[in-house]
């Protein structure tokens, strides 16, 4: 298997409006393509991030919830590296997202920290 990269992260959202706004308004992804399907009462937002292809945002009526804490088996987090993990971690805080304390991971020396989207998706910032 000759696999190149990640191409793209699909995530379900119970609010749509709210996580466009979390994704693109506070994270500060580009909105690629916003299409509503008709046939399944549902939204698809295609996101970039520095112009790249990353995450498709999906709507869809009454998804069930993500069990998560304890963690669960399936995905775990989402990650995005940043430059300054303190500054970027402000900056959420001032948005109002919870964040939690600053970390520095034990094997690579470089900070980390955990916040959550609208539905309680881990994502985590990591330090360059």
Same mark, same amino acid.
């Given at each position: 298997?000759?696999?190149?990269? @990640? ?18 308004? @506070? ?9 509503? *399907?008709?046939? *399944? ?14 995450i498709e945002l999906f709507s869809f009526p009454d998804p069930p919830k993500r069990p998560s804490r304890p963690e669960a088996q399936g995905l775990r987090h989402l990650a995005f590296e940043v430059d300054d993990v303190s500054h970027?971690?402000? *900056? ?17 020396? *470089? ?18």
């Amino acid at each position: 298997m000759a696999l190149n990269k @990640i191409h793209h992260i699909a995530i379900i959202c119970s609010d749509y409006q709210k996580s466009k706004h979390f994704y693109v308004d @506070i994270l500060g992804l580009e909105i690629l393509s916003e299409v509503f *399907r008709e046939a *399944r009462q549902s939204y698809k937002l295609d996101l970039a991030l520095n112009g790249e292809y990353i995450i498709e945002l999906f709507s869809f009526p009454d998804p069930p919830k993500r069990p998560s804490r304890p963690e669960a088996q399936g995905l775990r987090h989402l990650a995005f590296e940043v430059d300054d993990v303190s500054h970027e971690s402000k *900056r959420l805080s001032d948005q109002g997202i919870s964040v939690e304390p600053i970390r520095t991971d034990e094997f690579t020396g *470089r900070k980390f920290t955990f916040f959550a989207d609208p539905d309680g998706l881990p994502l985590e910032l990591y330090e360059k």
